[in-house]
């Protein structure tokens, strides 16, 4: 099997519900969708993302230069292809490259379950069925009151949600303290909380929230502070009890193996997309495995589930309210989560299947966002 066409395209579109965290008030998600066309008549559908900036650039950087490297490659040679991606743009150092590659490999992968006529979850180990779901929702909007959130638990929950992760990082602690007691309160017993500051807080600032917040039965604290300020987080981690959860921000295996060798962290959040693609997470997957950490894959909910299916250390799968590309509309076949359960999809490959009129009419137009881009960075 080889490759012999590739095929780009980047997509723009706004979350389906508004999206509000403690530091970004999120404008657009941009996709990049790339088809591998081989001589056997497969073909592999991969695709990465963005959240608001630099959607145009991974585009580019397939488009214009990695698509080349992979013409006449044989997919089921995944390793291969991706160090050849890698070396060759390791000069721009690990983010927007990542986030290209990745794009390339998921691709690749699809393109071996296909060839080997299996679902992804069982080429990556075939761990279990199906992995408990919690839901995630993104709204920490300033008018956003206790009692609107409860009301959107009491939803979560008719769904059959136990474990719910909300936004917290409100100026006043307090306020945080009272969004979090009150949805203890209404999860009750069996129910899990998860807590996510998307890294508002300072070093010195933590110590002191977090010990407020610690001991309130929480499942785990989410980028509580700076990404790659690896001594703040160990100096946090070894205050509180609450598990530390982060990963959303890092790129590679080897700022992974960072903060486990400094037990700076608790879970695991690679995010597919972000780290590269399927090859490289899977390394972090069994990286953490080897320091006893759970990996809980950050969004991308329809392909975390072969990753979580996978793997044996898979903790739950994300669902983040908006942003699936289910909820998005932009897949041929719903993959849905039921009864807080997730199911990967049994077709051969990842089972994504998008739909291209969709796709086409969220086409992401450059001209529309130049000197119009306003961003939503706090
Ligand atoms: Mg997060």
Known sequence: MKIVEVRTSAHRLPPSVPWEDATNKVQGLEFVVVELVTDTGLVGTGFSYTVDIGGTSIAALV??????????????????IWLKLQRQSRRLGVGVNSMAIAAIDVGVWDLVGKFLGQPLYRLFGGTREAIPAYISEINLAADDTVEDLLARVDDYMARGYRTVKIKIGRPDI?????????????????????VDLNQKWSAREALVKAGRIDGLGLGWIEEPLLFDDIPAHVALKRAIRTPIALGESLHSRAQFLDYLRADAIDFVQADVAFVGGLTEWLKIAHLAQIFGRPVAPHYMMELSLHMLCGVSNGFMLENVIGGSFTELGLLEEPIVVEGAMGHPPLRPGHGIVFDRAALDRVRLDPQTLKRAFAGGSK
């Open 174 to 194: 307090e306020d945080d303290v009272e969004r979090i007691v009150r949805v203890r309160e209404r999860l009750g017993r069996g129910g899990g909380l998860l």
């Open 63 to 80: 488009e214009d230069y990695l698509a080349a490297l992979v013409i006449g490659m044989d997919p089921l040679d995944y390793e291969r």
